[in-house]
C-alpha cells in the first residue's frame, strides 16, 4: 500500500519568513495531493490540493509544488503570520476512480508555529 | 459549504462498554471515511463505505465495527472498548478526491 513520509514534524518560524513542508510518496500511481491544515480542537480542512497532471498550484500565500519523477511534494507558505500556526498533513491518493474511492494515506503532520 | 458533524465532542467510557460514534453530513456525498488520530501516527483510516449499506475496512479496522444504513449518516463501533482506543476519531465524507472532515470526537476509555 501506500506510504507518505511528512517532514519536519515540528517547525518555527518569524512573522513574515516562508514556510516549506516535503512529503514523499511511495505508490506511483498516486494522482491526487492535498494539504490539510488542522486549528486547535477542530478538524482538519483543506487547504489546497494538485493532482497529478499539474506541477505546481498557488493559492494566495500558500503553494504546492510536486514532482512525480522523485515522488514528492512540498508546501510552501509565504509571508507567514500568526494565524498560520496550526498542524498540518500532506496526503497522497490514487484517485476516486476503481476501488480506492478516494482513500487518502496521511502523512505522519507537522506542527508550524510562527512567531510574532 | 460541506459540512460534517460528529455526535459528541469528548467521550469518556469504561473498558468494555460498546460505545457508538455518529457522523452525519448534508452534502449528498457518496463516500464517508472514520479516522483516529493520534500524536506522531498521522490520520490512520478505520473503514470507508462508497454506498449505503456498503463499507471496506481501512489499515486498522480491528476492534471496530461500522454502520452505514442511511446515506449522509456513517457510525463507527466499538463492540468492546479499551484503553488503546483512547484517541481523536474523525469522519469525513467525498464526492471524488476532496475530503471533508468533522470536528472530531475525542475518546477516554478508563
Known amino acids: 500500500g501506500e506510504n507518505v513520509e511528512q517532514h519536519p514534524s515540528t517547525l518555527s518560524v518569524q512573522e513574515g519568513d516562508s514556510a516549506v513542508i516535503k512529503c514523499t510518496y511511495s505508490?506511483?500511481?498516486?494522482?491526487?495531493f492535498p494539504w490539510y491544515k488542522q486549528e486547535l480542537g477542530k478538524g482538519p480542512q483543506l487547504i489546497i490540493d494538485i493532482r497529478s497532471n499539474v506541477g505546481e498550484k498557488k493559492d494566495q500565500r500558500i503553494a504546492v509544488t510536486l514532482n512525480k519523477t522523485a515522488k514528492h511534494f512540498s508546501l510552501h507558505i509565504t509571508e507567514t503570520q500568526p494565524e498560520d500556526s496550526a498542524v498540518y498533513f500532506c496526503a497522497a491518493s490514487s484517485g476516486a476512480g476503481g476501488t480506492s474511492y478516494g482513500k487518502l494515506t496521511f502523512g505522519q503532520g507537522t506542527i508550524l508555529t510562527v512567531h510574532p | 459549504d460541506v459540512k460534517v458533524t460528529q455526535s459528541s465532542r469528548y467521550l469518556v467510557k469504561r473498558t468494555g462498554e460498546k460505545v457508538f460514534l455518529e457522523c452525519v453530513q448534508d452534502?449528498?456525498?457518496?463516500?464517508m471515511f472514520w479516522y483516529r488520530q493520534d500524536p506522531g501516527l498521522g490520520l490512520r483510516l478505520i473503514y470507508f463505505s462508497y454506498d449505503v449499506k456498503m463499507k471496506e475496512k481501512g489499515d486498522i479496522p480491528e476492534g471496530y465495527s461500522v454502520s452505514r444504513e442511511k446515506k449522509e449518516r456513517f457510525s463507527l463501533i466499538l463492540e468492546s472498548a479499551s484503553t488503546n482506543q483512547t484517541s481523536m476519531y474523525l469522519c469525513?465524507?467525498?464526492?471524488?478526491?476532496?475530503?471533508?472532515f468533522g470536528p472530531g470526537t475525542r475518546l477516554l476509555v478508563l
Open positions: 505508490d506511483s500511481a498516486s494522482n491526487y
Open positions: 452534502m449528498d456525498h457518496e463516500n
Open positions: 469525513a465524507s467525498s464526492l471524488e478526491e476532496a475530503q471533508y
